[in-house]
């Protein structure tokens, strides 16, 4: 049996077992990626270990640990305090304003791990906050964040192009963009319909017509010259100008900042603008900053250290040292070749996008990008199907899939989820997850691919 079938046969039982067992998938990917490289492959322990993530497993650390020293001394609490004071009594507008400010990292040139790294905490907390689904909040926390992933300034664009380029092709940067922000808009949109948006709308209408009760009932008793004639205290509904939440926000100002929540907002932004403006490595800028946080004010951060998400380090990590091992035995690329020699251009079109989805679900959006794009280059060249088409087609296929909770966007945002909760979002993820693995290429093969073919 051919090590390539072993080892797809070997990531399916990690899935199996791991779901209908209580065994984290990553430790279990672990062992299959050691018998595999020990027993079948020959390799050694330190080569079986090639395809470990460092730069993950820094990141998620080190991410978690900052934000988990925020979260104990108050820090998170206080910054959603005054969000809350900004979006008022207005919770429909909430999922749409987390999609917008997740998309402007990426948008502006920041990859998706460094944005959400810092958006998603405070998102997460925010739609809590306002009694938005947790799944809606996760899912526009990174669908935002892929937006702007084809932006003309951002990384990813820049491996199309250049993939394209040396292979004789060419590629509108505008069309890239735009194609990919449509359609995680139109994500956006089910997101928003399918997971509780049609009952914030409905709560909307319901406000203010209690509202418009109390207002009249208030009037009323002002002609007669009642005495209780304040607005928002009839029974049909709540005050106007609260969350609807309310929580210790709407109730008087917030508690002034100590002087290390101060220091703690400070370095957050500190991290953040070193990741996204000066490109400093986010995982190791998060874990010094933290570090000195910690030493510096131990009485206030006393067991923050146990916020780190030690089961998503592992989950996540196990998982890509597994798929690292397959690139690194070539199954990917013999399944690209394999594809790619097929007779028909639309069907060699379509299982592009299906490999691209289902391997970069697992592993990285960009070196998949670049190994399948020179893999389409023998047939796009034959002019039958148009080459922008395809281009726009792969980088959707491969890039709306970071919603699984084993690419680094789905990691972090996982990672962030109260850990009462995780056991469900990483269910819920894995689901939506295959969901766009399945749709991506079906999808973008019926409205690009298809009208292209000449």
């Known amino acids: 049996m051919s090590i ?3 080892g797809v046969v070997a990531l399916v039982l990690v899935f199996v077992i791991g779901t209908v067992r209580p065994v984290n998938i990553g430790a279990l990917a672990f062992i299959a990626t050691f018998l595999i490289g020990t027993l079948i492959a020959g390799e050694g322990s330190g080569e079986v270990l090639a395809g470990f993530p460092a730069d993950i497993f820094v990141l998620l650390v080190g991410v978690t640990y900052l934000f988990g020293l925020a979260s104990v001394n108050g820090t998170i609490e206080w910054i959603i305090d005054r969000a809350v004071r900004l979006f008022g009594d207005r919770p429909a507008f909430v999922p749409w304003a987390i999609f917008v400010f997740s998309a402007v990292p990426t948008t502006v040139g920041a990859l998706g791990p460094a944005g959400v790294a810092m958006l998603a905490p405070l998102c997460l907390r925010l739609g809590e906050r306002y009694g938005i689904d947790r799944r809606m909040t996760a899912l526009m926390v990174m669908h935002g964040s892929c937006l702007g992933n084809f932006s003309p300034l951002n990384g990813l664009a820049i491996i199309v192009q250049r993939a394209a380029s040396a292979n004789g092709l060419s590629i509108s940067s505008a069309a890239l963009f735009f194609g990919s922000a449509a359609y995680n808009v139109g994500l956006a949109v089910i997101i928003y319909i399918f997971f509780g948006g049609r009952t914030l709308l409905r709560e909307r209408h319901l406000r203010r017509a ?3 009760q109390d207002l009249k009932v208030a009037l009323g008793a002002q002609v007669s010259g009642g005495v209780d004639s304040v607005v928002g205290t009839g029974p049909a509904g709540p005050r106007r100008g609260t969350a609807v939440t309310g929580g210790d926000s709407s109730e008087g100002e917030p508690r002034p900042l100590r002087f290390d929540q101060v220091a703690t907002i ?13 490109d400093i490595e986010i995982g190791f800028l998060a874990l010094m900053s933290a570090s000195a946080l910690h030493a510096i004010f131990p009485k206030r951060f006393v067991d923050a250290d146990k916020k780190i998400v030690w089961s998503v380090v592992l989950l996540i990590c196990g998982i890509t040292t597994l798929v690292g091992a397959m690139e690194r035995y070539g199954t990917v690329e013999t399944v690209g070749s394999a594809i790619a020699g097929l007779g028909s251009p639309l069907l060699t079109a379509f299982l592009l996008c299906l490999v691209g989805a289902v391997t970069s679900a697992f592993g990285s959006s960009a070196g998949l990008l670049g190994v399948l794009i020179p893999l389409a280059v023998p047939f796009l060249v034959m002019g039958e199907v148009g080459a922008t088409a395809l281009l726009i087609a792969l980088a959707i296929s491969a890039t709306v899939v970071d919603s699984t909770p084993f690419s680094s966007v789905g990691a972090l945002t996982l990672a962030n989820a109260p850990e009462e909760t995780r056991p469900k ?3 819920f993820m894995l689901t939506w997850g295959i ?12 409205i690009l691919i298809l009208p292209s073919a000449v």
């Open 266 to 278: 400070v370095i957050m932004l500190g991290v953040g603008v070193g990741a996204l403006a000066f």
């Open 210 to 212: 209690a509202v418009a």
């Open 435 to 446: 969901a766009m693995v399945v749709t991506a290429p079906i999808v973008t093969w019926l």
């Open 4 to 6: 390539h079938v072993i």
């Open 425 to 427: 979002l990483l269910q």
